[in-house]
């Protein structure tokens, strides 16, 4: 299994655009990438997967990079609801697909 | 509406004392896992099951004991719980692929 490298935090105000940055140098073939976040006292929630390219949906927007060793989240206009961990998990799509979660980046959202 | 529902919330125990966390999903899926989270860290895997009757050892599996007793239903038991064991568990189901649903944790505290 790959294994991820985040920053451990970052900060952003209200309004701005968050870009949450994932490398993970020794990804397969097989693998895909995953984003949750985390808020506290929750499970983590899913918010985003991708294989290659460019993927949106209405959460967020996954850019990743054409030798897919780097993936970019990006939250456009986050609010004080995003504050949260959010962690960049790679993982092959069969099988038994374990997450395997690392540290994560810790988002602090200013008003 | 489909979820994960883990019981207790929240639980005390002295140590050497015997502890089942239960977990319920009703997401139809086959897969189930139990987390546990420290701070200063993600989760990470104890055990996992893709079906009633099934095991599979995880990656801190240690002093942990799982039973799949029905596809809804997942219990990790501490046979002789110690202070180490104190943390927030979560339990998980998936379908084996992407749609992967964590319950809201129990958080435990081992005296």
């Known amino acids: 299994l790959a294994k991820t490298t985040q920053p451990p935090s970052m900060e952003a105000y209200e309004g701005q655009e968050v870009n949450v940055s994932c490398s993970h140098t020794?990804?397969?073939?097989?693998?895909?990438i995953y984003w949750y976040r985390q808020v506290p006292h929750q499970g983590p929630q899913f918010i985003i997967q991708?294989?290659?390219d460019y993927v949106v949906n209405e959460v967020a927007s996954l850019f990743i990079s054409a030798d897919r060793k780097l993936s970019t989240l990006s939250l456009p206009w986050v609010s004080l609801r995003d504050a949260a961990v959010y962690y960049c998990?790679?993982?092959?799509?069969?099988?038994?697909?374990?997450?395997?979660f690392g540290s994560g980046t810790q988002l602090t959202v200013m008003p | 509406e489909a979820a994960v529902t883990q019981s207790p919330r929240n639980k005390v125990t002295v140590t050497g004392g015997n502890v089942t966390l239960s977990c319920r999903q009703t997401?139809?899926?086959?897969?189930m896992y139990w987390y546990r989270q420290d701070t200063g860290h993600g989760l990470r895997l104890i055990h996992y099951?893709?079906?009633?009757?099934?095991?599979q050892i995880g990656d801190v599996p240690d002093g942990y004991k799982a039973t799949r007793t029905t596809q809804e239903d997942f219990f990790l038991l501490l046979e002789l719980a110690s202070p180490s064991q104190t943390s927030l568990y979560f339990c998980?189901?998936?379908?084996?692929?992407?749609?992967?649903?964590f319950g809201s944790g129990t958080r435990l505290l081992v005296i």
């Open positions: 998980a189901s998936s379908d084996g692929g992407s749609d992967y649903t």
């Open positions: 997401n139809s899926h086959n897969y």
């Open positions: 020794n990804i397969a073939t097989s693998e895909y």
């Open positions: 099951s893709y079906g009633a009757g099934n095991l």
């Open positions: 998990i790679v993982t092959a799509s069969s099988g038994s697909w374990q997450l395997i």
């Open positions: 991708g294989y290659k």
